[in-house]
């Protein structure tokens, strides 16, 4: 289907796992995001890539990793999770274009016990 | 300084009546475009509505429309005739220039809650 696709939907995992959450689009949008929403903080930018190969932190990266090595692949590590990670992660795309906005995937709920 | 501001966390609303959520921006950059979303209960994030900076009229989208006051730097999201199914939280974001690397900055939301 086309779209922007996040898995898992849900996820717990115990403090200091390794957890991979995943996100594709099909559109070949150039822009990626990734999002964390908390209560009290809205949507913080963890990570953007602007193409395949190419990405940068964003408000809150500390303990994340991405990688971008194909335009339609946008992963998120959390390489040692820690219960303050505990949150909604949103993956987002964008065109190019000033009109652009982002498409949202469904987000994925993990919860760090 | 915040660059997105909604003044409102939340608001009740009797079914069919208008809506007015409030957004004013900051921004020095003379291009800019301004975004609403809604994100119902179940979590996804929708978009709405845009307003370029350059738009000479107001946005409108169905039962939406975007009440662009740039001397004012506000960006108002107006729902007419409200539903129940309009209760979510609202997001304005807005990106600027066009060297932002497409980066939306977003405002804390309103919550809007329609009552029968």
């Known amino acids: 289907d086309a779209g922007i696709t996040q898995s898992p939907r849900y996820k717990i995992t115990e403090t200091g796992r390794q957890v991979t959450l995943m996100c594709h689009q099909t559109w070949s949008h150039s822009y990626m995001f990734w999002y964390r929403q908390d209560l009290g903080h809205g949507l913080r930018l963890i990570y953007y890539?602007?193409?395949?190969?190419?990405?940068d932190k964003g408000e809150v990266p500390d303990g994340y990793v991405v990688s971008r090595s194909k335009t339609e692949n946008f992963p998120l590590t959390l390489e040692s999770a820690t219960r303050s990670q505990t949150s909604v992660y949103f993956c987002?795309?964008?065109?190019?274009?000033?009109?652009?906005?982002?498409?949202f995937g469904s987000g994925t709920r993990l919860t760090v016990v | 300084a915040q660059k997105i501001t909604q003044t409102q966390p939340g608001m009740f609303v009797q079914e069919k009546e208008a809506v007015t959520l409030d957004c004013t921006y900051d921004?020095?950059?003379?291009?800019?475009?301004l975004f609403w979303y809604k994100q119902p209960s179940s979590g996804e994030m929708i978009f709405l509505i845009y307003q370029g900076s350059y738009d000479q009229q107001n946005a409108t989208e169905g039962r939406y429309s975007l009440n662009f006051q740039k001397a004012r730097k506000s960006a108002n999201l107006v729902i007419s005739a409200s539903q129940l199914g309009d209760s979510a939280m609202y997001f304005c974001a807005m990106r600027e220039g066009m060297d932002s690397n497409y980066q939306l900055i977003w405002g804390a939301g309103t919550k809007l809650i329609i009552k029968p």
């Open positions: 921004t020095s950059d003379p291009s800019y475009g």
């Open positions: 987002a795309s964008s065109d190019r274009g000033r009109n652009y906005g982002y498409t």
């Open positions: 890539s602007a193409a395949a190969d190419i990405t």
